[in-house]
C-alpha cells in the first residue's frame, strides 16, 4: 500500500434490499442470524475494520425492521431506500446521494455474506486499480458470474452466467459480487449501466466492463472461497453457522481458551473471552458477552449482555441476561439467573435464586432461593445490598428497598422495608403449632376419598 493509499478515504456500501425468497420468511434476508447476530451486522462489522468515513445499508424489502437493526448495531450508518429491486447497480445508485461530496474509494459489500474477512477488504483497498473486483476458485462454479481477464490478469469483464457462452461457463474464476472502486468512476459507470440482459436488471458487474473501455484499469483479488458464501436458503443459513461456530471454536482454543467440549460451545459474533479462561461443555453465548482471564463458565449455561472479571466462576446450569456485572471472585451457582445486576467482588449466590435489578456489595451471601421482587407490573425498581450482609435462603427482597452493609435477613422472609447496617431483617409470621390437628385432617380427607370411591 503506497503512502497515498493509506490515506485514502473508504466509504461502504452494503446492500441488503432483497427479498431472499428461497428463505420462505416473513423476515428480511439480512436480519436471519449467524452467531447471534443479523447477518447485515456482519456486514457492518468487516466494514468498521476498514476505519471508513460512511456507511450506507441499502435497504429495501422490510425496510422498516432492517433500519430498525442497523441503527442497533451500528448508530453511525445511514440508510438509502431502494423502493424497486432492480439489480444491484440500481441498488447502488440509490446510495449515490448519500456519498456526496465524497471523493475517495467506495467499497461494495453484501448484507447476506457474512464471512469477507478484514484482510481481504484491505487488499481491496490498497489497490491501485480504479476498479477492483473481489474473485475466488470455485470447486463448482455452477450459476456464478464469470471474471474475464488477460493473459496479464487484468480483468476485462464480468459476465453473469445467464448470459454466458460455453466457453466463458468453462472459467472458474468466479464473481464474489464484492467490488472496491474510485467514488468519481463508480458515480459515471453508475448512471450509464443499462439493462439489456437475461434478466432486464441493472447489473453492478457491468462497470468492470464499461471502465476497462474507457482506459482505466480494472483488477481482481482473490479470496478462499469461504469467505465469499452467501446465504439463500434455510440450508444455506445452517451451513454457515456451523462454518462460523467452528472457526471461533478454533480461534479460541488458539487464543489459549480451554473449551473442554468445543463442538457443543456456541459463540455470538462479538463474544471476547480472556486467556485461560476456561468453558465447559455446552455453553451459550449471546450477542454482548467478555469473559476475562482466569474466568470459568460451567456447563449448560446461557450467557448474553454480560460481563464476568477474572477469578469468577458461573454454572452450571445459570442465566445472565443482558446488564449482569460480576466482579472479580464471584460465583454464581447452579438455576441462578441474574439480569440488570452488579455483584461485586467476592459475591456468592449459590443456587436457586433470581437478582434483577440489584445491586449486591462485596463478600455478601446471598442464600438459595432469593428473589428481588422488581416489577411491579409497571415498573422496575432497585434493590441495593451493602458489603458482607447475608442474605437468608428464601427471602424475598420487594423492590425498592436497601439491606445495609453486615446486615442479615432470617430464611423464609419478605423485605419490604430497609434494613439498617449490622441489623437484622424479620419479615414472616411466627409458627404457631396445633398437637394433633395434622393427624385429624388426614383421616377427614381419606374418609371423603372413600366415600367418592364406594359411591
Known amino acids: ?6 490515506d485514502q478515504d473508504i466509504a461502504v456500501v452494503i446492500l441488503a434490499a432483497g427479498q431472499g425468497s428461497r428463505m420462505k420468511s416473513d423476515l428480511p434476508k439480512v436480519l436471519h442470524k449467524v452467531g447471534a447476530v443479523p447477518m447485515v451486522g456482519h456486514a457492518l462489522a468487516a466494514a468498521r475494520s476498514l476505519n471508513p468515513s460512511r456507511i450506507i445499508v441499502v435497504a429495501g424489502h422490510g425496510a422498516e425492521h432492517v433500519t430498525k437493526a442497523v441503527a442497533k448495531l451500528d448508530g453511525s450508518a445511514q440508510i438509502a431506500l431502494q423502493t424497486e429491486q432492480l439489480g444491484t447497480g440500481h441498488a447502488v445508485a440509490q446510495a449515490l446521494p448519500a456519498l456526496e ?3 475517495g474509494r467506495v467499497i461494495v459489500l453484501y448484507g447476506d455474506t457474512p464471512f469477507i474477512g478484514a484482510a481481504t477488504l484491505a487488499d481491496l483497498a490498497a489497490h491501485d486499480a480504479d476498479v477492483v473486483v473481489l474473485g475466488f476458485e470455485a470447486a463448482d462454479p455452477g450459476r456464478y458470474g464469470r471474471l474475464v481477464t488477460d493473459a496479464d490478469g487484468t480483468l476485462e469483464r464480468i459476465v453473469e452466467f445467464k448470459d454466458a457462452d460455453e466457453a ?20 459515471e459507470f453508475t448512471a450509464r449501466l443499462g439493462n439489456d440482459n437475461a434478466s432486464g436488471e441493472y447489473y453492478l458487474t457491468d462497470i468492470p466492463g464499461l471502465a476497462r473501455a474507457a482506459g482505466h484499469r480494472a483488477a481482481v483479488v482473490t479470496c478462499d472461497e469461504a469467505e465469499t458464501l452467501g446465504v439463500n436458503s434455510r440450508a444455506e443459513l445452517a451451513r454457515a453457522e456451523a462454518i462460523f461456530q467452528t472457526r471461533r471454536r478454533a480461534e479460541a482454543l488458539a487464543e489459549g481458551i480451554t473449551l473442554t467440549a468445543p463442538e457443543t460451545v456456541w459463540f455470538a459474533l462479538d463474544t471476547h473471552i480472556g486467556r485461560d479462561a476456561i468453558i465447559g461443555p455446552n455453553v451459550i453465548f449471546g450477542p454482548g458477552v467478555t469473559v476475562e482471564s ?22 452450571p446450569f445459570a442465566r445472565l441476561r443482558p446488564g449482569a456485572e460480576l466482579g472479580g471472585d464471584a460465583h454464581v451457582g447452579n438455576f441462578v439467573e441474574i439480569k440488570n445486576s452488579v455483584l461485586e467482588e467476592g459475591v456468592k449466590v449459590g443456587h436457586l435464586t433470581y437478582l434483577g435489578d440489584a445491586h449486591i456489595g462485596e463478600r455478601t451471601n446471598i442464600g438459595a432461593g432469593t428473589i428481588t421482587c422488581n416489577y411491579d407490573g409497571v415498573m422496575k ?32 422472609s419478605v423485605i419490604t422495608q430497609d434494613v439498617p447496617e449490622d441489623a437484622l431483617g424479620l419479615g414472616r409470621a411466627r409458627q404457631t403449632n396445633k398437637p394433633g390437628l395434622a393427624g385429624r385432617i388426614m383421616q377427614a380427607l381419606r374418609d371423603q376419598k372413600s366415600k367418592k370411591d364406594t359411591a
Open 381 to 412: 425498581h432497585r434493590t441495593e445490598i451493602g458489603a458482607e450482609a447475608f442474605i437468608g435462603s428464601d427471602t424475598m427482597l420487594v423492590a425498592p428497598v436497601r439491606v445495609g452493609a453486615r446486615a442479615m435477613t432470617g430464611s423464609g
Open 294 to 315: 482466569g474466568a470459568e463458565v460451567l456447563g449448560f449455561c446461557h450467557l448474553e449482555g454480560c460481563h464476568l472479571s477474572t477469578g469468577a466462576t458461573v454454572g
Open 1 to 6: 500500500m503506497t503512502a497515498g493509499q493509506q
Open 101 to 103: 461530496g465524497f471523493a
Open 168 to 187: 466463458t461457463r468453462a472459467i472458474r474464476l468466479c464473481n464474489s459480487g464484492v467490488m472496491a472502486a474510485d467514488a468519481a468512476l463508480l458515480r
